[in-house]
């Protein structure tokens, strides 16, 4: 899965070649490996050299391949509606590139990345399906590897399966209401029995299937669904396979906004993105307005997931959303995801509990410590238990200063992260006593998690920094500033 948005400098498209002229240049090695490549598809091929490879010649014949033993001339491109150079003679590949753009037909040279217009990917082949593998150029080697993996994955059968599909197109135009139920319908038919029947060649079986689906399909009562969907940390491949799903299906995904666009657009493209988030100073749906809107979308018939940063139980208000959907009678679900505890842990090698040194867990706020009375957990803390604390820049002073009071030793260890998990993720490491400094860290813009307590000595401080330099070097940078 891919980290953030890459930029991709070469866009993948699918060109029309159903008899259509493409033509190569060269007749070596490399051009009719060129030439087994585009014989997958339905192109007219011409290879044109003096020269051919008798392997290549007898090949060509039996694929019904037109050679022209002939020098080149750029008069021959015409009609083509790509050209591949292949000579293995740089000069001649200029040639041919230049002339080919000349003609405005997309030209590929082979090993010349600077040359080409485009590049031939690898390909995996289910026709009328195919995966295409690119790498712009950087690693063929890469690619087939890819290739290899992708090609276990899909069944054999998926291109008779793509067929059937297309033979149905249009009865289920005409029996299954667009939208949601017929994005339903598809997803039962690819998904389900009817793909089964196909791997086993079954047909007769498939159509069965399908007449069936179709039934079930025809118009009823929209019933929406929602899926409270723990979206982890933040890096993408650290949501679960069922969040996957769920979000592929999804027809509206209602996201806060500490979720990452990485994250929320593993949803399909189509899908509608809502943004319910509250992020410092922007305007943001109330809790109210959530849990209405949920509702309704739900009664619209859609199928919703409610994406919430870490784990949707772990400080994720869900309570709220819950009750409002128990009462308005909306079918719902709950899919946990990694909370961000477990992945500052996990940045800094740390075992959360630990034998014999820690054998309980706090998940906090620390809000709760603002009040007179200490609560049950400063206890627990006393006592050997970890601490997470969530939402804690606010609060680090508090918390430090009221479980100091309380008796935890201000020797405690500590462990800061921010974006946990993430690329650009910081870690800090300290005590107790240290802890407060975390208010005036100003280019702390992330998420931060604190971790406190003896547990936290067993962690690994290799890529961490201590919090007592970063207060040093903040306090000496204010002195000079005042200066
Ligand atoms: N439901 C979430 C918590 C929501 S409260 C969960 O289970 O993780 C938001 C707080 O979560 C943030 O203030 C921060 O303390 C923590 N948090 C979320 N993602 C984080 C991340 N990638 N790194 C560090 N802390 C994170």
Request: proline share 5%.
């Amino acid at each position: 899965m891919s980290e953030q948005n890459a930029t991709l400098n070469a866009f993948p498209i699918f060109v029309k070649t159903d008899g259509k002229r493409v033509t190569i240049i060269g007749g070596g090695g490399e051009a009719f490996a060129k030439a087994r490549l585009l014989a997958q598809s339905s192109a007219r091929l011409l290879v044109i050299a003096e020269v051919i490879d008798p392997a290549f010649a007898k090949w060509g014949a039996d694929h019904g391949i037109d050679f022209l033993r002939v020098p080149y001339h750029r008069d021959l491109l015409a009609g083509s509606v790509l050209v591949f150079a292949a000579t293995g003679d740089l000069a001649t590949d200029r040639r041919v590139a230049q002339d080919a753009r000349a003609l405005s037909i997309p030209v590929n040279v082979v090993d010349r990345p600077e040359l080409c217009d485009f590049y031939t990917p690898a390909i995996v082949n289910r026709a009328p399906v195919a995966v295409a593998i690119g790498t712009e150029g950087t690693g063929p080697v890469l690619a087939q590897q890819i290739r290899a993996r992708i090609d276990q994955m899909l069944s054999p059968a998926l291109g008779r399966l793509a067929t059937l599909a297309a033979h149905y197109r249009e009865a289920v135009e005409l029996r299954v209401p667009r939208g949601a139920a017929r994005r339903r319908f598809w997803s039962s038919f690819f998904g389900g029995r009817i793909a089964r029947s196909v791997e086993n060649g079954a047909l007769q079986d498939a159509a069965l299937e399908v007449e069936k689906l179709l039934r079930d399909h025809e118009p009823v009562e929209p019933v929406g669904h929602v899926a409270l969907v723990g979206a982890g940390p933040g890096a993408q491949d650290l949501l679960t396979l069922r969040a996957q799903r769920l979000l592929m299906e999804a027809d509206v995904i209602v996201h806060d906004a500490l979720v990452p666009e990485s994250v929320v657009s593993v949803g399909r493209r189509d899908a509608d993105r809502i943004n319910a988030g509250k992020r410092k100073g922007c305007h943001s749906k109330s809790q109210e307005e959530i849990n209405e809107l949920l509702v309704s979308l739900a009664r619209e018939g859609k199928r919703v997931v409610r994406l919430k940063c870490g784990d949707p139980m772990v400080f994720g208000r869900v309570g709220e959303e819950l009750a409002a959907l128990r009462e308005a009678g909306i079918p719902h679900e709950i899919v946990p995801g990694i909370t961000a505890a477990c992945a500052a842990a996990a940045d800094f090698r740390l075992p959360l509990t630990l034998r014999g040194v820690a054998s309980s867990m706090v998940f906090t706020t620390g809000h709760d410590l603002k009040g007179n009375s200490l609560p049950d957990w400063a206890r627990l803390a006393i006592e050997g238990a970890t601490v997470a604390v969530y939402m804690g820049r606010s609060t680090a002073a508090d918390v430090s200063e009221r479980l100091a009071a309380a008796g935890l030793s201000p020797d405690t260890a500590v462990a800061v992260v921010e974006n946990a998990s993430l690329p650009n993720s910081r870690l800090f490491h300290g005590t107790l006593a240290d802890l407060p400094a975390l208010a005036g860290f100003d280019d702390l813009t992330g998420p931060v998690l604190t971790i406190i307590g003896d547990a936290v000595a067993g962690a690994s401080f290799e890529n961490s920094e201590p919090l007592a330099r970063r207060r040093a070097l903040a306090s000496a940078m204010g002195e000079e500033a005042a200066a």
